[in-house]
Every structure is written in structure tokens, then in C-alpha cells.
């Protein structure tokens, strides 16, 4: 399920669909996953979770990678890491 929000545009003050993030910090990980944050940093330090990435001093997860996690039934990242990758393709969306 996919909420889009309304937030006023800055120029004329009519209502654009807001963003979802493409990035998610670990307290957006841990609810978009459903679980508590201490849960979330456990599943992390037990690899049971898709690697992370980096970006300055950031620690992020993708969250289509981690909606892809979920439906493939939440395998360890070691599990994860040996499943093909879907490739992304624009065109095969709302099909």
C-alpha cells in the first residue's frame, strides 16, 4: 500500500504529490518493516537484514531493495545476497 501526501508547492501554493524517499534511515527502515528500532539494529548486527549503505557518516537502506526483502519472506543477508537481483525496468510498472 502506497500513501502519496500533498504537500503546497512553494511557488503557487497548490497541492504536488510529496516524495517518498528512495533512502531510508533505520527508524523508517524499522517501520516500513514493522518492527521496533532496537529490533531493527538486532536484525542488523545479525546480518538478518540487506546490507546498508554508506554515505558520508549516514547509514541508509534502499527501500524498494527492503520491500523486496520483505516479499521474498525476510531471508538472512547472506540468503538475500544469493538470490538473483530483479532488474528495475520503468516500463514493465503498472502492468
Not at 529490533?39 to 558520508?56: D, E, F, N, Q, T
Request: glycine letters at 6%.
Amino acid at each position: 500500500m502506497r500513501r502519496v501526501e500533498l504537500a503546497p508547492s512553494p511557488s503557487n501554493g497548490e497541492a504536488v504529490p510529496a516524495l517518498e524517499p528512495l533512502l531510508l534511515r533505520a527508524c523508517e527502515a524499522a517501520r516500513l518493516c514493522g518492527i521496533s528500532l532496537p529490533s531493527w539494529w538486532r536484525l542488523v548486527a545479525a546480518a538478518k537484514v540487506p546490507a546498508a549503505i554508506k554515505i558520508g557518516h549516514s547509514t541508509r537502506w534502499r527501500a524498494e531493495e527492503l520491500r523486496r526483502w520483505v516479499t521474498a519472506g525476510c531471508p538472512s543477508r547472506e540468503e538475500w545476497e544469493q538470490l538473483p537481483k530483479v532488474q528495475y525496468n520503468p516500463e514493465s510498472r503498472g502492468r
